[in-house]
């Protein structure tokens, strides 16, 4: 399921990364690659707010739907 549509609040493991070169890469450096534990923490304003690692990303929500977990 898209990461925007996922429960908050439940750690989830990301199954695929549906996006160009570009933004793979970017999520890549973010360390949201396949396999990667997060958790959604808020869903407010068109932006999803995750929890990964030890820190807090937002991603916009058209961004977040390219996230598979």
Request: net charge positive.
């Amino acid at each position: 399921m898209p990461l925007p549509i996922a429960p908050t609040g439940v750690e989830l493991t990301v199954k695929k990364v549906l996006a160009d070169e570009k933004n793979k890469r970017h999520f890549e450096n973010l360390g949201i690659i396949a396999g990667a534990s997060l958790t959604v923490l808020s869903q407010v304003g068109g932006s999803v707010i995750i929890k990964l690692h030890e820190g807090r990303l937002a991603l916009d929500r058209n961004l977040a739907m390219k996230i598979l977990v």
